[in-house]
């Protein structure tokens, strides 16, 4: 009896910490690190859900996340691999109305390698922007972390999709 107790706690045990929401903060391509980060809370059957913690960079509200396990081939661009893609609702929740505007995600299924705070290897996160209109106006890309970003280190920092800017680029 013992041991079927054993078993059956073990499994709860178990099932509980891959039931947790995973965390992954970004660093651009030049180590700097932003303020809000991604946290998956559904991972199952190919699919992915979450949201884009943007209360961390002094936002009123966080933008959900939904997407798919996704491989992106390495055409030219500086991110690449197997992974996750994601839609971000960040710039509707960063000015608390519809804007049109849409940033895509797609973010590696490995963490970037650090050592001293300094970056080595490939991209870990590649984000694009476009708008309602079919017009592209950039992207973004860096590095990836497991974990929230430093508490005290990003609060006056930019989220990873920056501002709209001023001149759409097609």
């Known amino acids: 009896m013992k041991l079927k107790t054993l078993a059956l706690i073990t499994l709860v045990t178990l099932g509980c910490s891959f039931a947790s929401a995973q965390t992954f903060s970004f660093f651009d391509a030049n180590g700097y690190e932003f303020c809000d980060y991604i946290v998956i809370t559904y991972n199952s059957g190919g699919v992915v859900a979450g949201y884009d913690d943007l209360e961390a960079c002094g936002l009123d509200y ?9 491989t992106t081939a ?3 661009q500086p991110a690449y691999g197997k992974g996750i893609v994601v839609g971000d609702g960040i710039f509707d929740a960063e000015y608390d109305e519809y804007t049109g505007e849409q940033w895509t995600l797609w973010l590696s299924g490995k963490a970037s390698k650090e050592k001293n705070g300094h970056f080595s290897g490939r991209y870990g996160w590649m984000g694009v922007a476009g708008s309602y209109s079919g017009t592209y106006f950039g992207d973004n890309y860096g590095y990836l972390i ?25």
């Open 62 to 70: 966080n933008a959900p996340i939904v997407g798919f396990d996704a």
């Open 74 to 76: 390495n055409d030219g």
């Open 146 to 170: 497991a974990g929230p970003p430093s508490e005290n280190e990003v609060a006056d920092h930019v989220n990873i999709a920056g501002k709209l800017p001023n001149k759409l680029r097609k």
